[in-house]
């Protein structure tokens, strides 16, 4: 694309049809449907409707393009890359799938969402700790994670991104060192992935889990799971089903032999059109810039996260989320100190303005479709009174 930036990102913007309406600064609860997307499942329901099952061989192969794609997003193999239908169900996959010893454990920080907290919890009937860190700020350091590990720590799960701060983990740092202990690591990549790049060569982690409907701007219920070819053995697969053998369409031949790639995961038929949606704003994203080892995406997000925290700051707001470098994301939880939150949540929604409320903060998480008008539009809902 031979565009200035502003044009760029102005193009991004008119894919994103939600955008006429409001100023969508929620993409870390529900992003709007790219029309990308929103064309593929018009496309799928169409065929759905017209051509019924005679169309599934070309879905079929439309879902091993995606794959493809989603493995070429982080530099993965293809065969590293399982769909899978929310975040939860890939944490589970390996929370439930490794073979865990009475007396092991897990180390998790305390503030993370449910979802990368309750599948560790629920070991504790196996034998196995989960250890929460405490977090009472914004602040997570990879020391203090690893403070926490002994020797019989087999796995560290951490958002690299946190939902209500927005905080940013240094998760080459924290593989590394990990490692180095014998430990492996689970990235929840739902608050990052869609923004900042990730090259699993260069950032040895060991598992992903994602959902497409944040910052990859899918719909939900479809998502990527990602493990490390070498642990495809040791990690028990779960809900084995028909699509989870190398004959998956020999349907009269039983015999587990399971595929030898992360599909083996999959388990019973697919959501096609979900997966196929998620594949075009792959897609869209690519073209303007997403890929493994650099982003322009990103460095939009945080300039225009940047102007919002000056104009919040500007209005008197509290400002809770870390902004240096490395640890600023397209998250910023703020305070309006004196001030109803969920009333000012509330006005905001009826001036055309969406952002969530998260541990009695406002929070904002603006893509690169956001622009000046959409954060002056916020400052001056909230610099009236209410």
């Known amino acids: 694309m031979n565009q200035t930036p502003d044009g760029r990102w102005s193009e991004f913007r008119s894919l994103v049809p939600a955008t006429r309406k409001w100023a969508y600064l929620d993409n870390a609860a529900v992003a709007p449907l790219s029309s990308a997307a929103r064309d593929a499942i018009r496309r799928w329901s169409t065929a759905a409707c017209d051509e019924g099952d005679t169309a599934w061989s070309d879905w ?148 992903l889990a994602a959902d497409g409907h944040k910052w990859l701007m899918g719909p939900e219920g479809a998502g990527l799971f990602y493990i490390r070819r070498e642990h495809l053995e040791r990690l028990r697969p779960l809900g084995v089903g028909w699509n989870s053998v190398v004959h998956a369409h020999d349907f009269a031949r039983i015999d587990l032999n399971l595929r030898p790639t992360a599909a083996r995961y999959e388990g019973g038929s697919q959501n096609m059109c979900g997966v196929l949606a998620l594949g075009a704003s792959l897609k869209m994203l690519a073209q303007f810039g997403l890929g493994p080892d650099q982003s322009p995406l990103a460095q939009r997000v945080l300039e225009i996260t940047d102007l919002a925290c000056d104009r919040l700051a500007s209005l008197g707001a509290v400002i809770h989320s870390q902004r240096t470098e490395n640890e600023r994301s397209g998250i910023v939880a703020f305070d309006l100190p004196g001030r109803d939150l969920q009333h000012e949540k509330r006005r905001c929604l009826e001036a055309g303005i969406v952002l969530s409320l998260r541990n009695g903060w406002l929070r904002i998480s603006p893509h690169a479709y956001a622009n000046d008008q959409d954060i002056a539009r916020l400052a001056e809902v909230l610099q009236q009174p209410g």
């Open 60 to 207: 079929a192969q439309g879902v091993e393009t995606v794959r493809k794609l989603a493995a070429t997003l982080i530099q993965a193999a293809p065969e590293e890359i399982a769909f899978v239908a929310n975040t939860t169900a890939g944490i589970t996959l390996v929370a439930e799938g490794l073979p865990w010893q009475v007396g092991d454990n897990v180390v998790v920080l305390g503030n993370e969402f449910p979802s990368n907290l309750y599948p560790w919890m629920n070991l504790a009937a196996r034998g196995v700790e989960c250890r929460r860190i405490a977090a009472p700020g914004v602040v997570v350091e990879v020391d203090r994670i690893l403070a926490a590990c002994d020797q019989r720590t087999r796995l560290i799960s951490a958002s690299w991104v946190g939902y209500a701060s927005g905080w940013r983990l240094d998760i080459d740092a924290l593989a590394q060192a990990a490692h180095r202990r014998g430990i492996l690591v689970l990235v929840d990549a739902i608050q990052a992935l869609g923004v900042f790049p990730l090259n699993v060569h260069k950032t040895p982690i060991d598992f």
